[in-house]
Structure formats: C-alpha cells, structure tokens
C-alpha cells in the first residue's frame, strides 16, 4: 500500500511527436497571447535608452549619484564565467572560494544558458556530489554525502523542507546562480543536515537598461518563452526595478503527462541614501501538470525478476493532474554602517500549495497473466505558509595589530501546514498490467475516506562566526549556531509535538601554502529535528553528528579559475528511515550512518574562450555495524561541461556535458534485489551569435538515447527521458 500524502511516500516514456516549427500560427495560441505587450516593450528598449540618456544629460542631478552601470554585487549573468570570485552561502562573509573551509559549486547564469538547465533538477544533476532522485513527476528528492539534502535557502534565508522533497518543477529564470555548499551547514541554516545547502541567488534590478527575450521550441512539442527588463526608473538613478516572466508548455515522452509552468517575478530597489537601500521583490511560480504520476512503475515481478517496461509507460490515468504553486515576498532593508560594516535585515513570506487527483498503482505483477496489481485513487489538497526573518551585522575588527572578521546575527521561521487527503472508492480494485497502464481507470468518487494534517514548526537561532587573522598565511574560522524548534499539530492521526534544542560549533581553518593553493580543514556538528514517527507513533529524537573535511584549494587567473580536492566524513545518529507499513501508514526508525569519501572539481576560465566545470565524487554509505546502507544513493558521480568559443569563427560556441553516475540499487526484500547499471549521458549545445544582440542555439540531450530508471530512492520507478532536443532564438540589449 502506498503512504497516505504527506506522510506517505507519494512516489516515470513512449514516443510522442516531435516539436513543430514557431510560426505566426502559434503566436496566436494562448500561451504566446500574454507577452505580446512584453516583447512590443522589449522591442522597444534602444529607442528608450536614448531618450533616457539625452534626459539625464540635460537635467541637474542631485548631490547623491548612483552609477548608471552599477551592477548586483557578485552577478555571474553576461560574465560568461562558469566560477564566482567570491561568496558568502558558507559563512555570510565576503570570501573567495580559496578563502572558505568547505566545499562550495557555483552554477552560474552562463552554465544554466548555455545548456538550458530551466529548471533545478537539470542544475542539480550537472552539480558536483548532487544527485536528484525523481521518484515520480512531480516530486523530487536530492541527496548530497549519502544523506538527504532538506535545506533550500533564497538569498541565504530560508527553511528546512517539511519533506524533504520539492513539489513541482522549479524555474531557474529567475535566479543569478545558484550555490551549494557541501556538508553540514549549521551555522547559517539554523540546522546542521549533513548533505548540503541549496541556495538561489536571485536576479536583481540593474540601473543600465537591459531587455532579453527568448523563444524556444523542443521535442514533445515543448514551447517556451522568457521575458526580461531592468533599468532605473528616476532621472536620479536611485530607484530601479526588473520584471522577469517565463511561459512553458507542451507534451512529454511520457504517455498523457503534459506539464505547463508559468513563471513571474518583480523586483524593487532603492537608494535611501548613501548607505541604505531597500528591496521589495515577489514572485510566482505555478505548475499544471495533466497526467502526473503519484508512485511509479512496479519494479519486479512476483517470479522476482525485474521489469522491463517502454520508457513511455506511466501508471497515470487520463483525469490524474498535480498542480502546485509558489509564492515568495520578501522585504530587505541592507545598512553600511561605516569602517567596513553592514547590517542586513530580511522579511519573507511564503505560501507553497498544491491541488491534486491521482491514481496508484501498487502490487507485484505475474509475468505471464499481468494481474496482481491494484488501484489507490486519492485528491490531495496542501498548503503551507511560511514566515521568515534573517538580521545579522557583518564587519572588521582589529585585534593584537591585525584585521579580523566577525558576522552576528539571528533568524527566526514559522512553517504552518494544512493538508488533507480524500480517498476514492474502489482502492484495492485488481489491475491487470494492462488496466493499470492505459490510462482508462475510471474516475471514481472520492468519498470513501479523509485524512490529514494541521501542524506548526516554529524555529528560532542565534549565530555568530569570527575569521581571526592569526598570520598573513593562517586563518581561522570559528562561530556557533544556538537553535530552539518547537513543532505542534496532527500528522495524520498522529501528534506533532517536540521541543528540541541543541549548540553547534563550527571550526575552520585555512593555510596559505603559495600564492595559488591553500590548505584547510573544518569541523561542524549535527542538529536536525525530524518530523517521523515509529510505530508506536512517537516522534523521533532529533538527528545528531559531525561533520568533518580536509582539502586543498587553488585559485588561478585572477580568480578566474578555481579547483578544489575534498577528504570528508559524516557521522549520523538517530537519523530516519522507513521501517514498514502500519496499515497504510509509514513508520520510521532511527539508525546510526556515517558516509566518507573523495570530491575534486575544477571550475572557470581554463583558457580564452574556453569555460568548463568538472567534478568527480566517490564515497561509501554504512551502517554502524560496516554494512552498505542506502544503496540508491550513487557511490561515484562524474559531473562535467565545457563550452569553447571557436577562434576561427568568434560568432560560434560549442560544447558538451555528461552526467555520469556509478551502480545503484534498491532491496525489495531479502532475495531480491532491483539494480540501475551505471550510465552517463552525454548533452551536446551549439550557439552562433549573429549580432551582439541576437543568438541562434541549439542543445541535444541524452544523445546516445541511453534508457535508464529516474531513480531508485523508493520501491518503485519510472524512466528517464530519452534523446530530446531544443532550438532556441534569443535577443538581448
């Protein structure tokens, strides 16, 4: 049976036809209707730019001037560069990658362009140590280190997930880049979870004016249209602001899955004076995807012999739909305070829904006759608010004749979830294999039972980290996180309640061996309270451990290219994972893991016109008595991609990536035992500019058409998308 959602595991490929050509035809259609004024207003731009430009030479500007080129600090987008020079994810200090004791992957604007990586998933698969476990359509986990990756921050501010996964397919159009930070991050993310920190930096108003918009169409008759404008909006240049839109729609190689998204968002900002300025932003996001999958495909027979389906196959039903939506607000006031400090204050307010009718399969089928399947049909409907703060003052000191770093600050979140399931009539009706994959289960009423949830987490941290410059080659970085979570409410018939608190120190140290490489190490403890119940229904103590890593670090080109070798160790206790079934219900236990292993990576600048990003991980997952643990999890990953611009022919870049990732496997039971090879596929992109506004692409994914399972995180699986191409026509000013 399956788990009942949330608490269960809501757990995907034939040939459809190939995309048609753009035409005025298709301009007509609904999706292209909306952007009209967008493009006309984009068209539009150098005409405004003059007429701007001649404004502000002829009027009188006031004493406070705000250069007219200034630019978001630490923007990647129109760099081309596929490192950073500095960042702060790690320790909310101004560092470069060199600086900071923990590994940190940056995937800019340029890499996310490039190979058109639209959506987090695709990002996350291409980054270092990452892998996305896509147990089914709309619902995706992560893992980084052998463990579960729960923190998701926006600008550094941010709330653990309640589940764990993300509902829905996220756009990138409107994030700069995108940083993760490997290993535990308890100082900032007011938990110390063992895998890694995911954090969207998010495009900011400019104050030159700039325009892009961009037209693609792909296979499975995937359209796509983005849409971007920035620029000051007073003569004095104190105030500016950027909308950026993303439309997308079309079928899948999936059968009767057709996902659409459609994505908005509006940024503020304005100079108070010579050291204030205030941001307002908010955006949306909302997925509607007909056909979506709740649990996959079965993944044996009940001779015990693995399946084998079409990639196409999907155990949806022709009314089946998973929508969700994202909305994000926040408000952030940043202060120079003078002699090099800043104090920054964030406001966010979240509200993440989700309204579904969905159709599981579950059950083992005979090979010969197709039966021992059945039917779950269930509508779900969620939604959970969320509000936020982040304050924290950031600057030098001086100690014993030498500068020194020191961040303060505090955070605070409130995650309030409502969810309810309505079951339909007929669960545990037989399928035959046939009954289950066609699409046909009728549409039953949904009546036959309800269930749900109504629970608040609250948690609250204070933080504090120092960088002592003990010597002109020697640098430590020290600090704490205090954090107190307080959770209350109904899970499913079962009680919310824990109170949990915990002090996790963090300790970093990073040596100067020459001009280019540093040495370093760092240490940090684990807090994590956990959500999960046993079978008794109680909730779990909260995760603990440690974290350990040790590494060299180089910089080269003037910070344009950066490499990095990491040794880490991660020691859990008490961490949850799924036990068995009590009726319907899913009940955990805690175990003891530790994960160590090996990251190396290369990012930036390797020579003139020619950019790439490579990392390679290899681990091993155990239990506390030395056996395999968490055998879905890849033990050895090879992320890499690289573009080079041909100096032959300047207008023209090419380039590849290839995702590759090691066996994994997932125990049914004790004798058998379902296995994914290992399999890398290989993405190929070719751009010709053909002005210095306007660009032709063109990328092919998974050209060696490599079928393979999406993932084995869970029981049951579905497949990866077979070779799939784009062409796309962008135009910037």
Not at 308 to 334: I, K, M, P, Q
Not at 669 to 688: E, K
Request: aromatic residues 10%; charged residues 20%; neutral net charge.
């Amino acid at each position: 049976m399956p788990r009942l959602a949330p608490a269960i595991e809501h757990l995907a490929t034939p040939h459809r036809p190939s995309s048609s050509p753009l035409t005025l035809q298709a301009l007509s259609k609904p999706l292209f209707q909306p952007w009209c004024m967008l493009l006309a207003l984009s068209a539009a731009m150098p005409a405004l730019a003059q007429q701007a430009t001649v404004a502000r030479n002829d009027a009188a500007l006031p004493e406070l001037v705000v250069s007219a080129d200034r630019v978001p600090q630490g923007a990647t987008e129109k760099s081309r560069a596929y490192t950073v020079r500095k960042s702060n994810a790690a320790t909310k200090l101004d560092l470069s990658l060199r600086e900071t004791p923990q590994s940190v992957s940056v995937v800019t604007r340029a890499m996310m362009d490039d190979f058109q990586l639209d959506n987090i998933n695709a990002v996350l698969a291409g980054t270092t140590g990452v892998s996305v476990e896509k147990v089914e359509t709309d619902r995706t986990y992560y893992t980084a280190r052998g463990f579960d990756i729960t923190n998701f921050q926006f600008d550094g501010v941010g709330v653990p997930m309640t589940f764990g996964y993300q509902a829905g397919d996220l756009d990138t159009a409107l994030v700069d880049r995108i940083e993760v930070v490997r290993g535990a991050n308890g100082l900032l993310a007011s938990t110390g979870n063992p895998s890694a920190t995911v954090n969207f930096v998010r495009k900011r108003p400019t104050y030159d004016l700039r325009a892009a918009t961009g037209f693609s169409v792909g296979s499975w008759n995937t359209r796509r249209i983005d849409a971007d404008v920035s620029g000051a909006l007073n003569q004095a240049g104190t105030v500016a602001a950027r909308v950026t839109a993303a439309r997308q729609q079309g079928d899948s190689y999936l059968d009767r899955y057709r996902p659409n998204k459609t994505v908005f968002a509006a940024v503020i900002e304005a100079q108070l004076n010579n050291d204030t300025l205030l941001t307002i932003g908010h955006s949306e996001q909302k997925n509607d995807a007909k056909g979506a999958m709740w649990g996959a495909l079965p993944m044996y027979f009940s001779d015990g012999t693995q399946t084998n389906y079409g990639a196409h196959t999907s155990t949806s039903a022709d009314w089946s739909f998973w929508n969700s939506e994202e909305r994000r607000t926040f408000v952030e006031l940043d202060h120079h305070l003078g002699n090099d400090w800043q104090w920054k204050t964030t406001l966010g307010y979240n509200e993440l829904s989700s309204d579904s009718k969905l159709f599981y399969v579950y059950g083992t089928p005979d090979r010969q006759s197709g039966d021992g399947l059945f039917s779950y049909p269930s509508l779900y409907n969620s939604q959970n608010r969320q509000q936020l703060l982040d304050s924290y003052a950031t600057g030098k000191y001086a100690l014993a004749g030498r500068q020194h770093d020191l961040t303060v600050g505090v955070s605070w979140s409130q995650s309030t979830l409502h969810d309810i399931s309505h079951y339909g009539q007929g669960i545990g009706t037989p399928l035959t294999e046939q009954q289950a994959f066609n699409g046909r289960y009728p549409e039953p009423a949904f009546d036959a039972s309800t269930d749900g949830s109504a629970y608040t987490d609250k948690r609250s941290s204070v933080y504090a980290a120092t960088r002592l410059n003990l010597a002109d080659k020697l640098k430590l970085l020290i600090g704490a996180n205090h954090t107190e979570a307080d959770n209350s409410g109904i899970a499913y018939g079962v009680g919310h309640q824990t109170k949990a608190s915990a002090t996790t120190p963090y300790a970093g140290l990073v040596y100067d061996l020459n001009k280019n490489v540093s040495a370093y190490g760092s240490y940090t403890e684990i807090f994590n309270p956990q959500y999960q119940t046993d079978i008794s229904g109680a909730t779990l103590a909260p995760l603990e451990g440690k974290s350990y890593e040790l590494g060299l670090k180089s910089e080269f080109f003037a910070r344009r290219l950066n490499a990095s070798a990491a040794l880490f160790r991660v020691e859990q206790r008490n961490a949850a994972e799924q036990a068995g079934m009590n009726g319907a219900k899913t009940y955990y236990r805690g175990i003891d893991a530790h994960s160590e292993g090996l990251e190396l990576e290369l990012s930036g600048e390797l020579a003139k016109g020619w950019q790439g990003s490579l990392g390679y991980t290899v681990m091993t997952v155990k239990d506390k008595d030395g056996n395999a643990a968490k055998t879905y999890v890849p033990k050895k990953l090879l992320r890499m991609a690289t573009t080079y611009r041909l100096p032959q022919l300047d207008q023209l870049t090419v380039g590849a990536s290839v995702n590759w990732q090691g066996k994994t496997s997932y125990a049914q039971s004790a004798a058998i035992n379902t296995v994914q090879q290992g399999y890398a596929l290989l993405n190929l992109m070719a751009r010709y500019d053909i002005s210095k506004q306007l660009s032709v692409s063109a990328n092919l994914n998974n050209v060696a058409n490599k079928k393979h399972l999406s993932s084995l995180y869970a029981s049951q699986a579905y497949y990866g998308a077979p070779i799939n191409g784009s062409v796309a026509v962008n135009w910037t000013y």
